[in-house]
Structures are given as structure tokens and as C-alpha cells.
């Protein structure tokens, strides 16, 4: 039974995201002919075209997440980061703008900071600019919710206190040091890898 709940939940999952595909294709179209004016899109066009023909790039991308967190940045920091530049936005920019997601919410624990900033980069992919738009805000949305379930399926939550074992609701806002103690207890980089793999993932068609 669960055997076939999960291939239900894998087909419906799928059909969602062929979905939200085509409506992103079409927008990318009307975009390049110039009919729908939004600069925000301009650059990214054809960058997350070229990824979603070559899924191979996005095992660069979440490598270069990895190599973000273990050089020092927070988790949200270092999956906003390797995508950053596909949006025409400097590392600094996204780092400043990720920083606060880090440790679950400011070490709040919560929503893990890594799965935090895929939704993040789900803002950048389908921008929701007019208020007036349902249709972009439907497809953010869908985004997210798929990129939730994906983390959750491989690491069974998508809480930072769950992933880390932790009892504590909050913690100080002091980060911890990193050390490699840090680095061989706590299962973050394979956290941010993971994420970031799901957000190329989405971005690829995959």
C-alpha cells in the first residue's frame, strides 16, 4: 500500500512540475519576444534555458554550495550563493540577503536554513512582481511545495532542530565556531548539497 501511495505521490509530483514547466516556458517566450517586460528575468533567461538543456551544470552548482559552507558561510548563504550568479546577482548580494535564513531562522531551529533559500531561488526562477498575477504566485508556490517535499523525502524533515537532534526550540544568536569538530558532527553540507541539488533539479526539468 504505501509502495503504491508513493508512486501516486511520484506521478501527481511529476505531472505538477510538467505543469509548472510549460507555464515557465511560456512565460521565457513572451519574455524573449519581447511581449512581457520584466528586467528582473532578463538575464536569467537564458541562463536557466542553457541549465535546463545541460543537467550536468548543476553538479558544479552544488559543489560550489558545499565549498561555500565549509569556507565559513551559513547554510542558506551557501545555496543562495551558487545560484546567484545564474540571476545576475554578485555573491555578496545574495549572501547579505541569505544571511538571516541561517540555523533554521537566526538559529530559531526552524525551517532549515538550506531548504530555505532553495524557496529563495523559487522566488528568483518565477518572480511574483504583480499582486494581480495568481498565476505566477501559483507557480512559486508549487515550486516551493515540491522543493519541501523533496528535502523532506531525503531527510525526513525539513526542521533544523529535527535534522540536528537537537531539544532546544532556540539557540543563542551566536554562531558556532567552525571547527572541525563542528564540520564532523553536524550534517550541514550534506544538507546544503542536497538542496541544492533540488533546486537544480527544478530549474532543469528533472
Do not use: W
Not at 528568483?124 to 504583480?130: H, K, R, S, V
Amino acid at each position: 500500500i504505501k509502495s503504491a501511495k508513493k508512486r501516486v505521490l511520484v506521478s501527481r509530483r511529476n505531472a505538477e512540475r510538467n505543469s509548472c514547466k510549460r507555464r515557465l516556458y511560456s512565460r521565457f517566450n513572451k519574455l524573449d519576444s519581447g511581449c512581457l517586460s520584466l528586467p528582473v528575468m532578463t538575464m536569467p533567461v537564458c541562463r536557466i534555458k542553457i541549465l535546463q538543456e545541460n543537467f550536468m551544470n548543476v553538479e558544479s552548482v552544488r559543489e560550489k554550495a558545499r565549498e561555500n559552507f565549509l569556507s565559513g558561510y551559513n547554510c542558506a548563504q551557501s545555496v543562495y550563493m551558487a545560484y546567484a550568479d545564474l540571476f545576475g546577482m554578485d555573491a555578496k548580494q545574495a549572501a547579505i540577503i541569505a544571511a538571516p535564513f541561517g540555523g533554521g531562522m537566526g538559529r530559531l531551529r526552524e525551517v532549515c536554513g538550506a531548504c530555505s533559500a532553495s524557496f529563495l531561488v523559487a522566488g528568483l526562477a518565477i518572480p511574483c512582481d504583480n499582486p494581480s498575477d495568481t498565476n505566477a504566485k501559483r507557480d512559486c508556490y508549487a515550486m516551493v511545495q515540491r522543493l519541501a517535499e523533496r528535502f523532506r523525502e531525503a531527510n525526513g524533515s525539513i526542521i533544523c532542530r529535527e535534522l540536528l537532534g537537537l531539544c532546544k526550540k532556540k539557540e543563542s544568536p551566536t554562531p558556532s565556531p567552525r571547527t572541525a569538530a563542528y564540520y564532523k558532527k553536524r550534517p550541514c553540507a550534506e544538507l546544503v548539497y542536497i538542496s541544492a541539488l533540488n533546486i537544480g533539479k527544478e530549474l532543469s526539468g528533472h
